[in-house]
């Protein structure tokens, strides 16, 4: 599968790919819902918006689209239900739900799912438009100048760096000082599972991973890990911590 300036040498290929410490500001995640609705949250804490994205499904022979941007903000609420995908959450905010939709099917997991008490602020949500149709699904969204060849779904543990490793083991014999204190078994780096790659300009691969964190006290978030690599060396991480309330 390729994504972005189809058919451009690579020559403007290379003049096109953004630079690696702006790639961060290009790259977001999110849920497409039947109703055309895209909300998607950026890697970046600049939350620079584009005036359109590429969409890359992450699901088993989903089409790559465009979105346009519909805005930069969004209100309170818990986005499934009132994209009539959930009728058990309690009410969130000021945007009412929808009745479920019994015809709406959900080709992935929900990227926005969240405990049933659980409100998001939205804050760092943006909203985009794409095709409706019947199906849910989780995007990657990348700015249109990205170019993106060999799109793959993956499966498999992501490999940690050595300073991830002491990072996790760090963190484990801090967790075990007050294990006894704990209602939940934290998570690590190391149970990471990649699920996306693809191949970038100058010759560095993009790689999609994820793991669920309960924490010690059942916070639990789900982390998003973009490494880009050159062969098997990473160069850089973006992180992004998505919050599903309290177990």
């Known amino acids: 599968m390729k ?11 290379l003049l096109q790919q953004p630079a690696l410490d702006t790639l961060r500001d290009q790259v977001f995640i999110g849920q497409v819902y039947p109703s055309g609705n895209v909300y998607v949250k950026s890697f970046s804490p600049n939350r620079t918006w584009p005036k359109e994205l590429s969409l890359v499904p992450l699901v088993n022979d989903g089409p790559p689209s465009r979105a346009s941007l519909v805005s930069e903000t969004m209100q309170p609420a818990y986005i499934p239900a009132i994209e009539g995908m959930d009728d058990q959450h309690d009410p969130c905010g000021p945007l009412p739900a929808k009745s479920l939709d019994l015809s ?19 804050e760092d949500v943006a909203v985009y438009h794409t095709s409706p149709s019947q199906f849910s699904y989780t995007v990657l969204g990348f700015n249109p100048d990205v170019a993106l060849d060999n799109v793959r779904l993956v499966e498999g543990l992501r ?28 998570a690590y780096i190391d149970s990471a599972a990649r699920f996306l790659e693809a191949e970038l300009a100058n010759g560095l691969t993009l790689r999609l991973s994820s793991y669920k964190n309960p924490g010690c006290a059942g916070h639990l978030s789900t982390i998003y890990l973009i490494d880009i690599l050159r062969g098997n060396a990473v160069l850089t991480t973006f992180q992004l911590v998505q919050s599903q309330g309290v177990l």
Do not use: W
């Open 3 to 13: 994504i972005g300036c189809a058919g451009l040498s690579l020559a403007f290929l």
């Open 104 to 122: 709406f099917e959900y080709l992935s997991d929900e990227f926005f799912d969240g405990m049933i008490d659980h409100c998001e602020t939205n």
């Open 159 to 186: 490999p940690t760096t050595p300073a991830e490793e002491q990072q996790a083991a760090e963190e484990k014999r801090q967790n075990e000082k007050i294990a006894k204190d704990c209602t939940t078994v934290p």
